[in-house]
């Protein structure tokens, strides 16, 4: 894996999501656009991105019917970002649909892949209040990713915790993309499921996604780098195609 840092960009504005990407001259970072940013400034700075040759994963989750998830992702394949998502709960015809919309847009390159439960949910939660009493939510997740793989996805958003019984499940190519993650003795803040950049690489993480230990860092580049580091060094220490 070359670069598996993504930076989240979560910003309010186009405008603070530039100074903060102007620290990193000469480099184009992984970075993601979530809703937040996306509702703000629309494709326009998705645009302004990869002229810059930034790699992007949009991270809208898109989760309604098959009709509509398809017109939506015709319309975002057309920006030509990197990876893009949809949430795992919506179906196998609604997965379907998603892929089927990438295509028509002749974005063939688009890596598709499917939130499975978010970090911040806990088995109290899965239990209690989604009313998924039946099963652990590490059953639950390795099943959502199973139905993504089944319905032509590349990979799937998961907690660190999930990803090696996912590459069991679904392969050692299908992507796991691993938000939560956060440096040794940094805050939690809202994720209940979180690891280290080195737990990351040794449990079978290909991309991790990491924002405000990063971006309200005083050094981010050198923060960035940092983590780099401790993945690579991990992930070269432990033979990860073993995992799948």
Sequence with gaps: MENPVIIALDFENADKAKEFLSSFKGQSPYVKVGMELYYAEGPSFIKWLKERNFRIFLDLKLHDIPTTVHKAMKVL???????????????????????????????????LIAVTQLTSTTEKV??????????????????????????????????VQEANSIKKVCGYDFL??????????????DQARIATPAEAARMGSDFMVIGRSITHSDQPVNTYKDILNEWRESYENNNRKTFA
């Design 77 to 111: 394949g057309s920006l030509n970002v990197d990876i893009v998502n949809v949430h795992a709960a919506g179906g196998t015809a609604m997965l379907k649909a998603a892929k089927e919309g990438l295509l028509a847009a002749g974005a063939y390159h688009t890596k």
């Design 126 to 159: 899965l239990s209690d209040e989604l009313l998924i009493k039946d099963t652990s939510l590490n059953d639950c997740v390795a099943h959502y990713a199973k139905l993504a793989k089944d319905s032509g996805l590349d990979g799937v958003v998961c907690s």
């Design 176 to 189: 796991t993309v691993t938000p939560g993650i956060r440096p040794q003795g940094a805050d939690t803040h």
